[in-house]
């Protein structure tokens, strides 16, 4: 299919400490490469994918890699807003990183308002038999706080990475089918492929004009 075809594309912002793994998950997931001595984010790399999020409608998934270091916060924070979705990873092998997953959420939440981004807790490293810190109890526990699905998942085995990230995609297309997020004119979160203008003023023609007998999608 041709690349340049799709109906929506979301932005999704990767959190987390530095050295959980989060460009790993997404070299895996975009390239099926994983690399065992991959280098740290420097501030924001980008990563594009596609998805058939339902038979016939197409997402263009443009991802965020922040940085987890403190001193690239600044930088990583200018990026939350214009975020629909998060993918909160912490390494199961690091207690740290689980107990910062709060620090995240919290900082994302207060950057993005008005709008609203949806979450996927992903306890990464899971291939590490022996080294758990961080029991799935406790993860899917907090996972649930937060109002996020949990998964654990590996780069290096390529275990349940896809389905992290395309759990978190499909929520937030049923996210938009239940009025959970919203289009907005100048916000980036979620883009159209048909202008959200155009949209409205098709909107009301077919408001005033004959009633449809199949309700369209937003890019139909």
Known sequence: MDPS???YQFRIIMLGDSTVGKSSLL???????????????VGVD??????????????????????????????????YRNSVGGLLVFD?????????????????????????VLFVLAGHKSDRDGKRAVSRDEAEKLAAILGAPYVEASA?????????FELLARR??????SGEV?????????????????????????????????KKKCCD
């Open 92 to 116: 199961l092998s690091n207690r740290a990183s689980f107990e910062h997953i709060r620090d995240w959420h919290a900082e994302v939440c207060e950057h993005v308002l008005p709008h609203r």
């Open 156 to 164: 290096k085995s390529g275990h349940n990475v896809r389905e992290a």
């Open 5 to 7: 075809l799709w109906q």
């Open 182 to 214: 919203h289009l907005h004119e100048g916000w980036d979160g979620v883009k159209c492929a048909v202008p959200l203008a155009l949209q409205e003023h098709r909107s009301g023609l077919a408001r005033s004009g004959p009633a449809r007998k199949n």
């Open 27 to 41: 070299k895996r997931y975009t390239e099926d490469d994983f690399l065992e001595g991959i280098n740290e984010t």
């Open 172 to 177: 937030i297309y049923q996210g938009l089918a």
């Open 46 to 79: 980008f990563y594009v994918h596609f998805l058939e999020v339902e038979p016939g409608v197409r997402v263009k998934l443009q991802f965020w890699d922040t940085a987890g270091q403190e001193r690239f916060r600044s930088v990583t924070r200018s990026y």
